[in-house]
């Protein structure tokens, strides 16, 4: 994860900031059967104070036996002159039992200093294989990450699809009564949910109808250096929150827009598009 200058004055700096806190709040919950075969193609934008910074695109297929997910982005305007840098990210696994099971996650940031590639191996939620390249230098600060943090836990991609058990409407508080263990391939911490309130919400293109808004509280584990003022900023911040819209044809939500209170002014990663349709299950061939 990126760890910036928080204090600093200069927007390239306060651009790092928004994007490690987004990095940082990938998004993790315990996954659950997914129950139902969905899709979706978003497009995002991040501001800072009002100001655009970026843009990104999320698109998600859950079939009846595997899924996959799959995200880029990058700065945009005045901050792409200061600190430009774009990304990817994908995941995907199988549906066991109507789980999602990943197997699978790679991410790769690009800025103008260097290109870092990370890939992960998962096996049931435990990881079996983990790399970063270039690999990063050993630090003697940072908190070592062991065999034992690497268990039980969710990649950012495939956890960020939150799914909301029972048979009532998926878009309600009970959605927010969630937690879990994540491991990025760097860092290892928890993200703990809290039910805030219900809104509406009215994309450009796509998806209108209600949300689920929740407070987002990061816990960092292992992987990170203490005194990186991002860390502290974050692990202190108790005004983060974020919306979740439904994926239609599923019992997953996913983020609509999160907001992050910076000394520069609101953070905020806002959905633009927000196109979903359920997906027919797959007729099974008989002979």
């Known amino acids: 994860m990126p760890t910036p200058t928080l204090f600093s004055p200069r927007l390239g700096s306060a651009g790092r900031l928004v994007l490690a806190a987004l990095c940082a709040l990938a998004l993790a919950w315990e996954a659950r059967p997914a129950a139902a075969q969905g899709k979706l193609e978003a497009q995002y934008e991040a501001t800072l ?20 997910a799959a995200a880029s982005g990058g700065t945009t305007g005045l901050l792409k002159s200061f600190a430009g840098g774009s990304g990817t990210g994908a995941s995907q696994g199988r549906v066991v039992n109507g789980a999602l099971v990943a197997t699978g996650y790679q991410a790769s940031t690009t800025t103008s200093k260097k290109t870092e590639e990370i890939r992960i191996t998962l096996d049931k939620g435990n990881v079996k294989e983990f790399g970063i390249l270039p690999e990063p230098p050993v630090d003697p600060d940072r908190i070592v990450v062991t065999d034992a943090h690497r268990r039980g836990v969710w990649d950012p991609m495939t956890a960020s699809m939150l799914r909301v058990p029972g048979t009532g409407d998926p878009v309600s508080p009970e959605a927010c009564h969630n937690g879990a263990p994540v491991f990025d391939g760097r860092m290892r911490y928890d993200l703990k949910l809290d039910f805030k309130r219900m809104e509406s919400v009215k994309a450009e293109k796509g998806y209108r109808g209600p949300v689920v ?3 987002l509280y990061f816990v960092p584990v292992a992987g990170y250096i203490p005194d990186r003022p991002v860390i502290k900023y974050l692990a202190a911040q108790r005004n983060i929150e974020i919306a979740f819209a439904p994926v239609a044809g599923t019992r997953i939500l996913v983020p609509f827009w999160l907001k992050v209170p910076t000394p520069l002014g609101p953070a905020m990663l806002e959905a633009t598009s927000f196109i979903t349709s359920p997906q027919p299950p797959r007729v099974a061939k008989t002979q």
């Not at 009002?50 to 297929?61: E, F, K, L, S, T």
């Open 49 to 68: 104070s009002g100001i655009p910074v970026g843009r990104g695109a999320w698109n998600i297929d859950i079939g009846d036996d595997v899924f996959a």
């Open 213 to 215: 808004v929740c407070a």
